[in-house]
């Protein structure tokens, strides 16, 4: 699906494929992360895998405030547990197919909140 807000001098969604993810200045393979200033390819391949830990080095390179987990063409949810230690991050996340967080990222990234896009 591909997107038409962009911004050259931010990490905004032009589309999304299975498998692949096209920004405004680079193209990636998922799983990867991105927020406003960081994006990089991940080893995040479920939603099982997402751990405070996991989480940690991503969010560290840039300052977000709400983590949306794009789950491909289903949503899927985090456990309690999960929510809890992510949570703890003071880190909120929403979980939802892949083409509505490309859409949610991009919506909340041009109104300058500090968000992350982890696509699985």
């Not at 929510?83 to 509505?100: A, D, K, L, P, Y």
């Amino acid at each position: 699906m591909e997107f038409s807000q962009q911004e050259n001098n931010q990490n905004s969604v032009i589309s999304v494929e299975p498998g692949g993810v096209q920004l405004a200045h680079t193209q990636l393979k998922t799983p990867c992360f991105i927020s406003r200033n960081f994006f990089t390819e991940t080893s995040i391949h479920t939603i099982e895998a997402i751990t405070k830990t996991s989480l940690f080095s991503l969010s560290s390179q840039d300052d977000i405030d709400l983590l949306i987990i794009g789950t491909g063409t289903s949503p899927q949810f985090l456990s309690a547990k999960q929510q809890v230690e992510i949570q703890q991050m003071q880190i909120g996340t929403e979980s939802m197919n892949s083409e509505s967080a490309c859409r949610s990222f991009n919506l909340l990234l041009s109104d300058v909140r500090n968000v992350g896009l982890l696509l699985l």
